[in-house]
């Protein structure tokens, strides 16, 4: 059981510059969701996705779009990378939408972008 | 909209001292509140959480807070540290009807001295 995994770990872009992070659950969760943690400014939420079929934008979605590819997969993409993309992105889960659900999060990627 | 508020970003304690964490939230109604910890280079764990029900939660490694709703804080406290609780701490909030979107506080660095 591998819970939270996402792709690839470490990443270099170059200022203009397009990218896919893969996320993928084996929990059969209905939640998932997107996140960036930037230093002191904690986790700040991108998009997520309620359901498989649905996504919604969270607090910081410029510069984003994100595809639930199935139940499993929440990717999220950089269509024109920007330096101030630079960040930690994690992906997390959760059983449902609701408010006291535990999210569970993956080991994180760190993007960089020159 | 809700906040979190983390006032130290950094704090430094020895092994076998006690700890206490503080978070303080903002938010009209109850709230549904979390507290994850994050070691180097891994992604968030849940520690507790508080929805309903007696104020104070116990959570894994030891831990436990208490809910105080006349001082808007959620406080994470273990009477005796150990080395390996080095770790960034994280508290966030959630709310009735705001499906499972989390706001998150700046998080607490903790130290560990030998």
């Known amino acids: 059981n591998a819970g939270v995994t996402q792709t690839p770990k470490f990443q270099v872009l170059k200022t203009g510059q397009s990218m896919t992070l893969q996320c993928a659950q084996d929990m059969n969760h209905n939640s998932m969701y997107w996140y960036r943690q930037d230093p002191g400014m904690g986790l700040r939420l991108i998009y997520y996705?309620?359901?498989?079929?649905?996504?919604d934008k969270g607090e910081v979605p410029n510069g984003y779009n994100v595809s639930r590819l199935n139940k499993r997969e929440f990717s999220l993409r950089l269509e024109s990378a920007a330096p101030s993309q630079t960040s930690v992105y994690f992906c997390a889960s959760s059983v449902s939408g609701t408010g006291t659900d535990t999210q569970y999060f993956g080991p994180g990627t760190r993007l960089t972008v020159l | 909209a809700q906040s979190v508020t983390q006032p130290d970003i950094h704090i430094t304690v020895s092994e076998g001292a006690s700890l206490e964490l503080r978070c303080n939230y903002s938010y009209g109604a109850t709230p549904y509140l979390f507290w994850y910890v994050q070691s180097p280079g891994q992604g968030l764990q849940l520690l507790l959480k508080y929805f309903s029900g007696d104020t104070l939660v116990q959570g894994i490694k030891g831990f436990e807070a208490e809910f105080k709703r006349s001082q808007s804080s959620f406080n994470l406290r273990k009477p005796s540290v150990h080395w390996s609780d080095a770790a960034e701490y994280f508290c966030a909030v959630g709310f009735t009807g705001g499906g499972n979107k989390l706001t998150f506080g700046t998080g607490t660095q903790l130290k560990v001295e030998l």
């Open positions: 996705s309620a359901s498989e079929g649905t996504t």
